[in-house]
C-alpha cells in the first residue's frame, strides 16, 4: 500500500515535470524570431500584410502571450496537439503513427543492452583477467569515443553494402508480401543494425558497470555468508550477488533514457528509419512549429514515463526503495 | 577484516600535486592519449597556417581516392580536400568541446555547490531544476535551439551547454554534501569564515578532483554532441567541422566510404584520448580507487 | 580423538611486497561440546584461521601453504569444493563481525534462514519456512511469526545478529564459529548475545570457537584460550591457568588492559596498562626471531636471534616464550 501510495505521488511529480516542459518549450518557441505566420507565407511564397495578420488571427497568434500558452496547455490536456500545416494533419496523429517505429527500435535497443550487459558484466567480474572482461573493457572505451552516427554507417558499409547482409534503409519493404511472420521476418532484419548501433552505446555503459558493481558485490559480507551457509556457486552468484548488482544497473538505465532518444536521432538518420527522429529533423527543418513542440512534448513523455517504470523496476528488486527505510 | 598493515602500504608524503603527476605518468594508455592529444591540439592551432588549403575550396575531381593524385586522404563529392577539412575542422570540433564543457562546468558546478552548502529549501528547488533538465531529449532540444536561434558557433555552444550540466550538478552537490561534514570545514565555520570563503576556498577545492575528471568526460560528450548537430546540418555553413564532413558525404558511402569514415575516425581518435586522459586523472586524483 | 584437529597451519597470502604468513605454524586441537577462544589484537590472523577452517580464504590472496586441518577424521585442506560445501553450514558453520552487511538486503530473513535448511536437510520450502519461524523463535526474536516476512532493514544490529546465530545454527552443526560476534553491537546487547550463545550451545551441544579481543568474553564464554600475536600462537592453555598465570608477557598484557577480570569492585584496583607499540608490518612475519620482542619489556638478545619454541607447563598450558619459566 505504501508502495502505490508513494509511487502515486511520484507520478503526479510526473505530470508537473510535464507541464514545465510544456512551458518551457512553448515560450521558447515564441521567443524565437518569426513565427507561424511567417513560415507559412514563405511556403507560399510570400504574403502580403493583410493576409499575414488573417493567418495570425486564424491561429490566434494575435493573442497575448499567456493566452497562446493556456490554449496550448488546454489543448494538450485533451490530448490535442494542434495542427500542422506542414504535414497537412493534427501533430498528435502524426505523432501516433511515428511513434512506434521510435519505441520499438528504442526499447529493444535498450532491453536488449540492459540483458546482455548485465550478463556481460556478472560473466567477467567472475574473471577479472579473462578475455570478457577484457572486451568489456574495449567495449566500454569504444562506446564512449564512437559517434553513434559513425558506428552505424560503418555497420551499413560493411553490412549492407559489401556483404548485402541487411537492408540499408527504411522499416519495411514494401513490396513483400506474405502473412504476418514474413512481415515479422522484414522488420526484423531491417532492425538489425539500428538496434545494434544504438544498443553497443549502451551495452558498453551497463556491461561496465555491472562488471563493477558484481565485482564489489561478490566482495560483500553477505555474499560470504551465502557461501559460509554452503550454497552452491551459482546460488552465490545468481541469486544472492546478481540481484544485488541490479539496481545500480537499473537506475543508470533509467537515466540514459534521454540519452537513448538523442541516440534514436542520429540512428534513424543514419538508418532512414521513419520515427520520431526522422519526423523531428523534418519539422525543424521545415519550421513547423506545431509539429516540433508536440514531438519535444511525446520525448519528454517517453523520458517521464521510462523513470516512472524505472522507478517502479527498482521498488520490485530492492525492498528498501520507496518502503518504511 | 584489515589484511593489509597500513604501514607497508604508507608512501612517503610528498605534495598531492605531484604524488598525482607520478601516478598519471605511471599509466601509459593516459600518457599516450595525452601526447596524441597535444598533437590533436597544434594542429588545431597551427595547422591551417601550415596547410592553408581552404576545405571549401574544389581543388580536384571528386572521390579522388586517398594518397592518388597527391591529396593524402582524397578528394569528396566535390572534389574538395579532405585533409584540409580534418584540419581545419579540428579547430571548431575542439574549440565547441571546451567552450561548450566549460558552460555546463559553470552551470552545473553552481548549481551543486550552492544545492549542497545550503541544504534545505534551495537543494530541493534546485535539484527539481536538475531533474527538469535530465527529463529534457538533449539532442532534440539543442536542435530546436539551433534550428530557431540560428546556427552560430557561440549559439551551438550554449545549446549543448544548457542541456549537458546536469551530471556535473549531482557530482558537485554530493561532493559538496560530504565535504561540508567534515571537521576541517566545521573548524572553519565555528573560526567564523563567511559562506561564500567557505563555499569556494575551503569546499570547492577539496572537491575538485571528481569535478576535473567530469569535466574532462564533459570535454569528450561536447564534442560528440557538435558532431551530431553538424552531422544533421545544423551547424554554421560557413565552418567545416567534423561531422559536418560526414553528414554530408554520407549519400555517396557506395562511392568513397573513406569520405565518412576518415573524419569519423578523428572524432573517434579525439573522445577516446580524452576518456583515456580522464581515466587516467580518475585513478591519479582518488587514491581510493586504486585498487580497484 | 578431538572434533578437530589443526596441525602446524601456514598461511599465506600475497601481498605487493611479496608473501606472508599470516598464519605460521599454528596447532590445536578442539575437543566435542568444547569451547574454545582466539584472542588477540586485529591483524594477528584470528580471522584468518576462522575462514581458512570453513574453506573459505580470499581467493587468490590467501592460500594454504602446509599443514592440515582434520575435521572428523577427514582432511579438509585438500577437500573437494563440493565436500566442503556439504560441510559448510551444516557441520561447520559462522558468525561473523558485521551483522549490518552480513545479511542480503534483498531477501527476506525468512527466506535467507530457510534457504540454509533447503541446501543442507533436504526440507520442503513449507516445512524449511516453518522451522525457521521456529529457529527465529528459538534466538528469541519476538513475534517470529510475522517478523519472519521482514528484511534485514527493517531489524536493529542485535536482532540481525541473532538471525545470523539462527543461520548458524540452523543445521545443529558440530561446530560453530563466531567471529567477533558482538564487537559491532552495543555493550548491553552484547551481554544478550552471548546468552543467547551459551544456552544454544547449552541445547545442540554444539562445539564454539569464539574469536575475539575481548578478555572479559574470554572468561565468561570459554574453556580455553588460544592468545595469537602476528599470526602465531603465543599461548594455549584453560582460561583459569591463562588468567591467572599468564606465561606469554602478551598475555600478561592483554589482561592487563582489562580491569575487572583480576580484581572485585571493592578491592584496590592496579593500574590499566596498555601495551605499548603496535603489530609488525606483515613482511616482518616470517622473521625467525619472537615477533612481539619490539614491544616486549621482557626482551632480550635471544628474543631476536630465534624464534622462541612452545614450552609445557602441565599438560594443557605451552607457551611460546624464550622467558617463559621465569614469568
Known amino acids: ?325 | ?292 | 580423538m578431538a572434533l578437530l584437529s589443526v596441525k602446524n597451519l601456514r598461511i599465506e597470502i600475497k601481498t605487493r611486497a611479496g608473501v606472508a604468513p599470516v598464519i605460521d605454524d599454528l596447532s590445536f586441537d578442539l575437543e566435542a561440546g568444547e569451547s574454545l577462544s582466539f584472542v588477540g589484537e586485529s591483524g594477528c590472523g584470528k580471522s584468518m584461521t576462522a575462514l581458512a577452517l570453513m574453506g573459505l580464504l580470499p581467493e587468490g590472496v590467501g592460500s594454504v601453504a602446509a599443514g592440515s586441518i582434520t575435521f572428523d577424521g577427514e582432511e579438509l585442506t585438500t577437500a573437494t569444493e563440493t565436500r566442503l560445501r556439504e560441510i559448510r553450514g551444516n557441520d561447520i558453520s559462522m558468525i561473523f563481525q558485521e551483522p549490518m552487511t552480513s545479511l542480503n538486503p534483498l531477501y527476506t530473513i525468512g527466506e535467507q534462514i530457510a534457504e540454509v535448511l533447503r541446501a543442507h536437510q533436504n526440507l520442503s520450502r513449507k516445512a524449511a519456512w516453518n522451522q525457521a519461524i521456529e529457529l527465529l523463535d528459538a534466538v528469541r526474536i519476538p513475534n517470529a511469526k510475522a517478523r519472519v516476512n521482514d528484511y534485514p532493514f527493517q531489524m536493529s544490529g542485535g536482532q540481525r545478529q541473532r538471525v545470523m546465530i539462527a543461520i548458524a545454527l540452523a543445521c545443529q552443526p558440530k561446530i560453530l564459529i563466531a567471529d567477533e560476534p558482538t564487537t559491532a553491537l552495543d555493550v548491553t546487547v552484547q551481554a544478550q548475545i552471548f546468552d543467547l550463545l551459551q544456552d544454544m550451545r547449552r541445547q545442540t551441544g554444539s562445539s564454539i570457537i569464539l574469536i575475539t579481543h575481548d578478555m572479559g568474553a574470554v572468561a565468561e564464554m570459554a574453556e580455553r584460550m588460544i592468545v595469537m600475536y602476528a599470526g602465531r600462537k603465543a599461548e594455549l592453555g584453560p582460561v583459569e591457568d591463562v588468567i591467572a598465570h599468564p606465561r606469554h608477557p602478551y598475555t600478561a598484557g592483554l589482561i592487563s588492559c582489562v580491569p575487572h577480570i583480576l580484581s572485585t569492585l571493592t578491592e584496590e584496583r592496579e593500574e590499566l596498562v596498555e601495551v605499548p607499540g603496535i603489530v609488525p608490518a606483515l613482511n616482518d612475519f616470517g622473521k625467525d626471531s619472537c615477533l612481539f620482542a619490539s614491544r616486549c619489556q621482557q626482551a632480550q638478545a635471544q628474543c631476536l636471534e630465534a624464534r622462541p619454541p612452545e614450552i609445557e607447563f602441565g599438560p594443557e598450558h605451552q607457551s611460546a616464550c624464550w622467558r617463559a619459566q621465569e614469568l
Not at chain 1, 30 to 55: K, R, Y
Not at chain 1, 164 to 174: E, N, R
Not at chain 1, 211 to 219: K, S
Request: net charge neutral.
Open chain 2, 1 to 292: 577484516m584489515s589484511l593489509i598493515d597500513p604501514q607497508d602500504t604508507l608512501p612517503p608524503a610528498r605534495s598531492p600535486l605531484s604524488e598525482a603527476w607520478e601516478m598519471f605518468r605511471g599509466n601509459t594508455a593516459a600518457m599516450f592519449a595525452l601526447i596524441v592529444l597535444g598533437l590533436i591540439m597544434l594542429c588545431a592551432i597551427f595547422g591551417p597556417w601550415i596547410y592553408p588549403t581552404d576545405p571549401f575550396d574544389m581543388v580536384w575531381a571528386p572521390f579522388s581516392p586517398p594518397g592518388v593524385d597527391g591529396f593524402l586522404l582524397g578528394t569528396d563529392y566535390l572534389g574538395r580536400d579532405l585533409l584540409a577539412a580534418l584540419i581545419h575542422g579540428s579547430r571548431v570540433s575542439i574549440v565547441i568541446g571546451l567552450a561548450a564543457a566549460s558552460v555546463s562546468i559553470v552551470i552545473g558546478v553552481t548549481v551543486g555547490a550552492l544545492a549542497g552548502f545550503y541544504r534545505g529549501w534551495v537543494e530541493e528547488l534546485l535539484m527539481r531544476i536538475t531533474e527538469f533538465f535530465q527529463v529534457l531529449p538533449t539532442l532534440l532540444f539543442s536542435m530546436v535551439i539551433v534550428a530557431l536561434f540560428g546556427a552560430s558557433l557561440p549559439m551551438i555552444t550554449l545549446a549543448i551547454g544548457v542541456v549537458s550540466w546536469t551530471a556535473v550538478a549531482r557530482v558537485t552537490r554530493s561532493e559538496f554534501l560530504r565535504i561540508r561534514e567534515l571537521e576541517y570545514v566545521m573548524a572553519s565555520r565555528a573560526s567564523g569564515a563567511t559562506n561564500s570563503k567557505l563555499m569556494f576556498r575551503v569546499i570547492l577545492p577539496n572537491a575538485l578532483p571528481p569535478i576535473i575528471v567530469q569535466a574532462a568526460l564533459m570535454v569528450g560528450s561536447a564534442i560528440l554532441f557538435e558532431a551530431g548537430l553538424s552531422f544533421l546540418g545544423l551547424t554554421d555553413p560557413n565552418v567545416v567541422s567534423w561531422g559536418q564532413v560526414i553528414g554530408s558525404n554520407r549519400q555517396y558511402i557506395l562511392d568513397a566510404s573513406y569520405t565518412v569514415t576518415i573524419p569519423g575516425l578523428a572524432i573517434f581518435v579525439t573522445v577516446l584520448c580524452i576518456s583515456l586522459v580522464g581515466d587516467g586523472l580518475n585513478d591519479a586524483l582518488n587514491p581510493k580507487l586504486r585498487s580497484r
Open chain 1, 1 to 325: 500500500m505504501q508502495v502505490l501510495q508513494s509511487f502515486a505521488i511520484r507520478a503526479g511529480y510526473a505530470v508537473i515535470l510535464l507541464v514545465a516542459v510544456l512551458v518551457l518549450n512553448f515560450s521558447m518557441m515564441h521567443l524565437a524570431p518569426g513565427d507561424v505566420a511567417d513560415t507559412i507565407s514563405q511556403s507560399m511564397g510570400g504574403a502580403d500584410q493583410e493576409l499575414l495578420d488573417q493567418i495570425r488571427a486564424d491561429y490566434g497568434l494575435d493573442q497575448p502571450f499567456y493566452i497562446q500558452l493556456g490554449r496550448y496547455i488546454g489543448g494538450v490536456l485533451q490530448f490535442d496537439l494542434g495542427f500542422s500545416f506542414f504535414y497537412n494533419q493534427p501533430v498528435t496523429e502524426l505523432i501516433l503513427q511515428r511513434l512506434p517505429a521510435t519505441l520499438l527500435l528504442v526499447i529493444t535497443a535498450q532491453l536488449l543492452a540492459l540483458f546482455i550487459g548485465v550478463i556481460m558484466g556478472v560473466v567477467s567480474a567472475r574473471k577479472p583477467n579473462g578475455i570478457l572482461s577484457h572486451f568489456v573493457t574495449f567495449l566500454a572505451l569504444f562506446g564512449y569515443a564512437a559517434p553513434v552516427f559513425w558506428t552505424g554507417i560503418l555497420l551499413l558499409i560493411a553490412f549492407s553494402l559489401k556483404v548485402q547482409w541487411f537492408p540499408v534503409a527504411g522499416m519495411q519493404d514494401v513490396t513483400i508480401e506474405g502473412g504476418f511472420w514474413a512481415h515479422f521476418v522484414d522488420v526484423a532484419r531491417h532492425m538489425v543494425l539500428p538496434v545494434i548501433t544504438l544498443g553497443s552505446l549502451f551495452l558498453a555503459l551497463y556491461s561496465r558497470l555491472a562488471r563493477a558493481t558484481m565485482m564489489e558485490t561478490l566482495g560483500s559480507d553477505f555474499v560470504r555468508t551465502a557461501k559460509a551457509k554452503g550454497l552452491s556457486t551459482n546460488q552465490v552468484v545468481y541469486k544472492h550477488a546478481l540481484k544485488n548488482s541490479l539496481s545500480p544497473v537499473i537506475t543508470l538505465a533509467g537515466l540514459q533514457f534521454s540519452a537513448v532518444i538523442s541516440g534514436a536521432v542520429l540512428v534513424e538518420a543514419v538508418f532512414s528509419w521513419p520515427g520520431l527522429g526522422t519526423l523531428a529533423f523534418q519539422s525543424i527543418i521545415a519550421r513547423d512549429t506545431p509539429t516540433i513542440l508536440g514531438i519535444l512534448f511525446f520525448s519528454a513523455l517517453v523520458v517521464i514515463v521510462g523513470n516512472l517504470l524505472t522507478d517502479l523496476a527498482l521498488r520490485l528488486v530492492d525492498p528498501r526503495v520507496g518502503g518504511k527505510g
